[in-house]
């Protein structure tokens, strides 16, 4: 075998050998891509099973239930009013869906409030756009006289009044009243539509942790999860009253 007949029989193995790992390479990248379609989709029908389940679960609950918000800090139990219809069932769908979970406090002021609900801050990437997201919808204002920002108050927050002169709240993001002296001023402006039963100490807690510039914890403070508090939890219908009409007329029947 000449030489040069050598070299060109390795240049040409070098190139199969290239178009071969190509083609793999290429391979790899296409069941990467279907996999993961596969996990979103797998994700999207998951999501919409919850949403399904919370509306279902919605309508049967008491007029003014207790959620229980569990965080890396503590626990707070919230109260929603029946007379903010709009805002009670929002933070319901939300809740009942998983929405919530995972989300932080992403905006804490002692002596005055703090924040969460932003979907964005469970991206680590979208810190700069923290208290900029939301579900995708506002909620129409429900602003009533005898709702204060007392002490434990839970609100929903919104874009100002130059941006948004009807009031409309955020989709998703509230605020707890921690110093209802300082939150006086936001009476009539903003919508209250629950209130702290249980936690009160748990607003104190997370509103004296350290912040950056920004207001945001230097320490994450984690909403792990909200969920119905046992005592709201819909008692399961009660199908022994039917069974006497059932036999009866199963008897009438013979």
Same mark, same amino acid.
């Given at each position: 075998?000449?030489?040069?007949?050598?070299?060109?029989?390795?240049?040409?193995?070098?190139?199969?050998?290239?178009?071969?790992?190509?083609?793999?390479?290429?391979?790899?990248?296409?069941?990467?891509?279907?996999?993961?379609?596969?996990?979103?989709?797998?994700?999207?029908?998951?999501?919409?099973?919850?949403?399904?389940?919370?509306?279902?679960?919605?309508?049967?609950?008491?007029?003014?239930?207790?959620?229980?918000?569990?965080?890396?800090?503590?626990?707070?139990?919230?109260?929603?009013?029946?007379?903010?219809?709009?805002?009670?069932?929002?933070?319901?769908?939300?809740?009942?869906?998983?929405?919530?979970?995972?989300?932080?406090?992403?905006?804490?002021?002692?002596?005055?409030?703090?924040?969460?609900?932003?979907?964005?801050?469970?991206?680590?990437?979208?810190?700069?756009?923290?208290?900029?997201?939301?579900?995708?919808?506002?909620?129409?204002?429900?602003?009533?006289?005898?709702?204060?920002?007392?002490?434990?108050?839970?609100? @929903?927050?919104?874009?100002?009044?130059?941006?948004?002169?009807?009031?409309?709240?955020?989709?998703?993001?509230?605020?707890?009243?921690?110093?209802?002296? @300082?939150?006086?001023?936001?009476?009539?402006?903003?919508?209250?539509?629950?209130?702290?039963?249980?936690?009160?100490?748990?607003?104190?807690?997370?509103?004296?942790?350290?912040?950056?510039?920004?207001?945001?914890?230097?320490?994450?403070?984690?909403?792990?999860?909200?969920?119905?508090?046992?005592?709201?939890?819909? @008692?399961?219908?009660?199908?022994?009253?039917?069974?006497? @009409?059932?036999?009866?007329?199963?008897?009438?029947?013979?």
């Amino acid at each position: 075998m000449t030489h040069g007949l050598f070299k060109s029989l390795c240049a040409a193995a070098v190139v199969c050998i290239a178009a071969g790992c190509g083609s793999n390479a290429k391979k790899a990248e296409a069941e990467k891509a279907a996999e993961q379609a596969r996990l979103d989709s797998l994700k999207q029908a998951e999501m919409i099973q919850k949403q399904k389940d919370a509306e279902e679960m919605i309508g049967k609950l008491e007029a003014e239930p207790v959620f229980v918000i569990t965080t890396n800090l503590g626990i707070i139990k919230v109260k929603l009013y029946k007379n903010t219809p709009k805002h009670r069932e929002n933070f319901e769908k939300l809740a009942l869906s998983g929405f919530y979970d995972g989300l932080l406090f992403h905006r804490v002021i002692n002596g005055f409030m703090i924040q969460g609900g932003d979907p964005y801050t469970k991206d680590t990437s979208m810190v700069a756009k923290y208290g900029q997201g939301g579900p995708g919808y506002t909620v129409p204002a429900e602003i009533l006289p005898e709702y204060r920002h007392k002490k434990g108050a839970l609100a @929903a927050a919104r874009r100002g009044d130059a941006a948004n002169p009807a009031r409309e709240s955020s989709g998703s993001q509230f605020y707890l009243v921690q110093d209802e002296n @300082a939150c006086a001023q936001l009476d009539g402006a903003y919508t209250v539509f629950g209130e702290t039963v249980d936690g009160l100490n748990v607003i104190d807690k997370i509103a004296q942790v350290a912040t950056d510039q920004r207001d945001r914890p230097v320490s994450d403070v984690r909403i792990i999860s909200v969920k119905l508090d046992p005592s709201s939890i819909p @008692a399961p219908a009660d199908t022994t009253a039917a069974a006497p @009409a059932e036999k009866a007329a199963e008897e009438a029947g013979k």
